[in-house]
């Protein structure tokens, strides 16, 4: 007797929980940047799918941004530097049978960002991760065509940039 009541307890119990914290949501990432120089944005597209027949509500996003990278748009999310440095969309709604909503956001990594690092998605208890993000960078290399100086002279030298990323290199400002 003693486990039936348990059982109808534990029914009970279910039957107040919202069907839709059950919602079989999937995550993906649609489009997202893969190679950046050092403050170049890369653009990433977060697809929330929802598979089940029932719409959800009041579902939460959030994505946490690698260390060394500045949001340049957060697509309507909430940005919060943190640690950790995150953007949030709240109060979504994603439609049952195969329904689906995108988030778009920007971001540029900074001088201390490294390579490796990923975009980290999650919503209810799904969590996706982007692909890793590589930091290109440039050769530079001075040579003095000039070998002897002397206080007050002029003299020469040839300042050469190498780019091996296979990435072109466009408006890219070289300090020398």
């Not at 069907?19 to 999937?26: D, I």
């Not at 939460?60 to 530097?81: E, F, I, Q, R």
């Not at 003299?155 to 300090?175: E, H, M």
């Amino acid at each position: 007797m003693k486990r039936n009541v348990s059982l109808v307890f534990a029914a009970f119990i279910f039957l107040l929980i919202p069907l839709q914290a059950f919602a079989a949501l999937t995550l993906t990432f649609q489009a997202q940047a893969t190679s950046l120089f050092v403050d170049a944005a890369g653009t990433w597209t977060i697809r929330i799918t929802n598979p089940d027949a029932g719409t959800v509500t009041g579902q939460t996003l959030t994505v946490a941004l690698p260390s060394g990278y500045v949001v340049t748009s957060a697509g309507g999310g909430a940005d919060s530097l943190g640690p950790p440095h995150t953007l949030t969309w709240s109060g979504l709604t994603i439609n049952g049978g195969g329904g689906y909503i995108e988030k778009t956001f920007s971001a540029k990594p900074d001088c201390t960002a490294s390579s490796g690092g990923v975009m980290q998605a999650a919503v209810s208890a799904v969590t996706r991760s982007s692909s890793a993000i590589t930091i290109l960078t440039l050769g530079v290399s001075f040579q003095t065509e000039t070998t002897s100086i002397s206080v007050g002279q002029e003299g020469t030298w040839v300042v050469r940039v190498n780019n091996t990323n296979g990435t072109t290199a466009t408006g890219r400002t070289i300090v020398a």
